[in-house]
């Protein structure tokens, strides 16, 4: 019949394997299968084992408020300071030509 192994056809399978791979070499191959086995199950295992992720908006926390406010005080607060600097700048060599006497 199609589809089974009759102790005859398992007796030419392993003489196959016997003569492709040789007698010294079979137990290396088999513990070599075994262990590859083990790691298969046991990494299979630990995905069944493994929680599920945390979702990715929970790692960034959101910011504070009090945060977003003292960043537009301090933008505000650098904004003003600017603007003295430059009126104190677009002054300054009008009052020092005049204080001189000379015209430019």
């Known amino acids: 019949m199609l589809g089974e192994f009759s102790p005859s056809h398992w007796l030419i399978v392993a003489i196959v394997v016997v003569l492709l ?3 010294k070499k079979l137990p290396d191959a088999a513990r070599a299968i075994g262990r590859s086995m083990r790691i298969l199950k046991s990494e299979t295992q630990g995905l ?3 929680p599920a992720p945390a979702p990715a ?3 960034i926390p959101p910011a504070a408020p009090d945060d977003a406010r003292d960043k537009l005080d301090r933008a505000a607060r650098l904004r ?3 603007a003295r600097i430059e ?3 677009s002054t300054a060599p009008a009052a020092s030509t005049a204080s001189t006497g000379k015209s430019a």
Do not use: C, N, R, V
């Open 21 to 23: 791979f040789g007698s």
């Open 57 to 59: 908006a929970e790692a």
């Open 87 to 89: 009126s104190a700048a």
């Open 48 to 50: 069944h084992d493994d």
């Open 80 to 82: 003003e300071e600017a």
